[in-house]
């Protein structure tokens, strides 16, 4: 362990650890109020176990005895932060239930006024982790009294609930995968690599009806995957006070550091929690990289701006913190740049659809191309930000190339193109089924005419219109960082789907769970002055 410390603490850019090495007391219990038992670690700096001092509290539904997280565990005491790592209700030997999202708010409060009761803590709190463990920080941080001291946040966000049903489909590939993964996490040889098991993964998101696709994948029920199946109507708000901590989040007065990445599925989520906090004038800074979730070359970077934000909050040292506020990794272009603000200053450059499949700067002659989609051979995804998928950049030609996809492309570019900021499309369309969802994706096409994904967004259309009213639907994409180099191409594609990414549209509006029969739908897109189709891009001088 000592060893692997030490390459860890290299490789995340830290100071190397000087005096003994820390003490780990295993297995302590912290009672929640309704008598279940959390089993909890904690890593002690230098050995010294009556020392009092502030205490980084980190609650995982991942254990506390695997390789990383024991690393994790090590590496914060090695740079002297007192860290505790506590398995979340019914994982790994804590008591209960493990319902996703259920208990964390409850579960963590106590936690929290737990520690602060123990004779080795001062009463200063902080909070740090990744993904579902930055789901339970923010579950926490709006809420104790009296407040955190800092949380780092990294690849995560707020509120899930949009990471969940994006633009009102159902992320099945996500949700499927990590269903899978938690219902078979405390299996023997879990955490192996296991081909046959992501082939039987795989094949369960394309099956039907989604609401079995836990015991097509593992053969086993995950309640997790019921609730979100089940609980997908929007109206019902069954999410609301589970996965949204973000309803108040200009009122968070708590420090914070968050670490993202271009092709993160929570990317477009956890920018926004920066710029809220941001605008309301909170103390918060974004680092963002050319990664996608648990790429493992962002561990080394999630780790020092942790340890060294923590470092700094409790030592009272401002030295660490000063930096501007946004660090961002310019994609193509191989340069981290600095600002002061996000989404920093741009000029918003149009794009417009034309109905002779170009992209161009000015609006062409009025006109329509369409395309059918069967939700019996549904567009397949290509790339992206996704959990367990090959995700990030791919060549994007098998998608282009099928009937069901539009393809719109500009003129070669006569000089580089920095696109830096927030995107949107815009699309006027009219559908012979007006349940329709509408994919736009944007990508990069080199000279050689390959076509690789940058950002993309869906919306599912409601049924408020008539078959043959031409509707105008705006679809965010995901934020970006981009150079599209000069001799390159703007391509947009749009579709009906991006499957298995999400889930086939069959237009009934029967419930993700059980929907299993639709129909086939014809697609029009407009274009023209009165009907402009077109993407808002955020263009960046520097």
């Not at 190397?16 to 089993?39: C, F, N, Q, S, Y």
């Not at 009934?508 to 402009?532: C, D, L, M, W, Y």
Request: glycine letters at 8%.
């Amino acid at each position: 362990m000592a060893l692997l410390n030490q390459l860890l603490t290299k490789i995340a850019g830290l100071p190397r650890p000087e005096g003994k090495p820390p003490t780990l007391i295993k297995d302590i219990p912290a009672t929640m109020p309704d008598g279940v038992e959390l089993l909890t670690d904690r890593y002690v700096p230098h050995g010294d176990t009556a020392a009092r001092g502030p205490v980084v509290m980190i609650r995982t539904p991942y254990g506390r005895s695997g390789i990383l997280t024991r690393l994790q565990g090590w590496m914060m005491a090695a740079q002297g932060l007192q860290t505790v790592i506590q398995s979340t209700r019914g994982t790994f030997g804590s008591g209960g239930e493990f319902r996703p999202f259920h208990h964390e708010r409850e579960d963590g409060i106590a936690t929290a006024e737990w520690l602060r009761q123990q004779p080795w803590c001062d009463g200063r709190l902080a909070t740090a982790g990744a993904s579902y463990v930055g789901h339970t920080q923010w579950a926490v941080g709006p809420y104790l009294e009296p407040p955190l001291e800092a949380m780092c946040l990294a690849v995560t966000a707020a509120n899930f609930v949009p990471n969940f049903y994006p633009g009102g489909a159902f992320a099945a590939d996500d949700m499927v995968a990590w269903s899978a993964a938690i219902g078979r996490q405390e299996d023997r040889f879990s955490s192996w690599p296991n081909p046959a098991q992501a082939k039987r993964t795989q094949a369960a998101m394309r099956g039907l009806p989604l609401g079995n696709a836990d015991l097509a994948a593992i053969g086993r029920r995950v309640q997790f995957l019921h609730d979100v199946t089940e609980h997908s109507d929007p109206t019902e708000n069954y999410w609301a006070e589970k996965a949204d901590h973000g309803q108040n989040i200009e009122e968070l007065t708590v420090p914070t550091t968050m670490v993202s990445g271009w092709y993160d599925l929570f990317v477009r989520s956890q920018l926004e929690d920066f710029k809220r906090l941001q605008a309301a004038g909170r103390s918060t800074r974004l680092t963002v990289g050319p990664w996608n979730h648990g790429q493992p070359a962002s561990v080394g970077i999630i780790l020092n701006d942790q340890v060294s934000f923590l470092k700094a909050i409790f030592t009272a040292d401002p030295a660490p913190l000063q930096r501007p506020p946004v660090r961002l990794y310019l994609q193509k272009a191989d340069r981290w740049l600095d600002f002061e603000q996000w989404p920093p200053a741009s000029t918003t450059q149009t794009r417009f659809l034309g109905a002779d499949r170009s992209l161009s700067e000015q609006p062409t002659a009025a006109g329509s191309t369409a395309f059918s989609y069967s939700p019996d051979d549904p567009t397949p995804n290509i790339g992206g930000p996704l959990l367990a998928s090959p995700a990030k950049q791919l060549d994007n030609a098998e998608r282009e190339s099928r009937p069901d996809v539009l393809v719109f492309s500009s003129e070669r570019l006569a000089t580089d193109l920095d696109v830096i900021g927030e995107l949107q499309a815009t699309v006027h369309l009219r559908a012979s089924n007006p349940l329709v969802d509408v994919f736009v994706r944007l990508c990069d096409v080199d000279e050689q005419g390959v076509s690789l994904n940058v950002c993309d967004g869906i919306i599912r259309l409601a049924n408020d219109a008539e078959p043959e009213q031409i509707r105008e639907a705006t679809i965010q994409l995901d934020p970006t960082a981009y150079r599209f180099r000069s001799g390159h191409r703007l391509r947009v594609q749009i579709s009906a789907a991006a499957w298995p990414r999400y889930d086939r549209n069959f237009g009934t509006g029967e419930s993700v769970a059980t929907a299993q029969v639709g129909g086939p739908n014809r697609v029009e897109i407009f274009s023209g002055e009165k009907h402009p189709s077109k993407i808002e891009l955020p263009i960046w001088t520097g």
